[in-house]
């Protein structure tokens, strides 16, 4: 596989070539891939430092595990599988809870963003901070499997079916988990108001 084509290769075929050793290969799926790889792991812990280190953990696993990956699924599920193994493995773990630093916005690379409150009035900004705090803290304290499950379909619009793969489990269960979830969430948040 040439370097200057990798672009125009499929995830698939540079799995492939992850698995003979191909290094170019798997820099093009971290290219392609490692923004979103940050993002549900920087909405799942809260922390920039831990996003960073899974971030490396998950594709340290793309790598060791791409002789044994076979395309039964779309590429992107088997890496939100292992993204969500990682993540959950990292709140157990470490037995820390989601950090509650986050009060910011992030971006689609998954990097905190400022606000801009000049462009409208302050007091919506502040509201409309203050708001956002309170659903990000709901989510939080959300049972591991739930917030993985809410996070995976709402935030990263994956399908039921590629959410349901990406936590292996069936579509039933992961309805039920997001069920249980946004429950929770809508108690919290009018006892919050």
């Known amino acids: 596989m040439r370097l200057e084509s990798l672009h125009e290769e499929t995830d698939e075929k540079l799995m492939k070539a992850v698995a003979g050793k191909h290094t ?13 790889v940050r993002r549900l792991a ?10 960073c280190e899974l971030v490396q953990d998950v ?3 793309v ?3 791409a002789a044994s990956y076979s395309p039964q699924a779309r590429f992107t599920t088997w890496l939100y599988r292992i993204t969500a193994n990682h993540c959950l493995n990292y709140i157990r773990d470490s037995r820390r ?16 963003l400022t606000d801009d ?35 995976l379909l709402r935030f990263e619009e994956l399908s039921y079916r590629d959410a349901a793969s990406a936590l292996n489990c069936s579509v039933s269960a992961l309805e039920a988990l997001v069920h249980r979830g946004l429950e929770t969430l809508k108690k919290q948040l009018s006892d919050s108001v």
């Not at 170019?24 to 891939?33: N, Q, T, Y």
């Not at 920087?42 to 996003?51: E, I, K, N, Y």
């Not at 000049?118 to 989510?139: D, I």
């Open 24 to 36: 170019g290969a798997l820099r093009e799926l971290m290219r392609r891939h490692e923004a979103r």
């Open 42 to 51: 920087f909405r799942f812990t809260g922390s920039d430092d831990a996003a």
């Open 59 to 61: 594709f340290f696993k």
């Open 63 to 65: 790598y060791t595990s």
């Open 97 to 112: 809870e989601p950090l509650q630093q986050r009060n910011q916005p992030i971006d689609e690379a998954g990097h905190g």
């Open 117 to 151: 409150c000049a462009m409208e009035g302050q007091l919506t900004c502040l509201e409309k901070k203050e708001q956002a705090a309170r659903v990000r803290s709901a989510v939080d304290g959300l049972p591991e499997r739930q917030r993985m499950a809410i996070l």
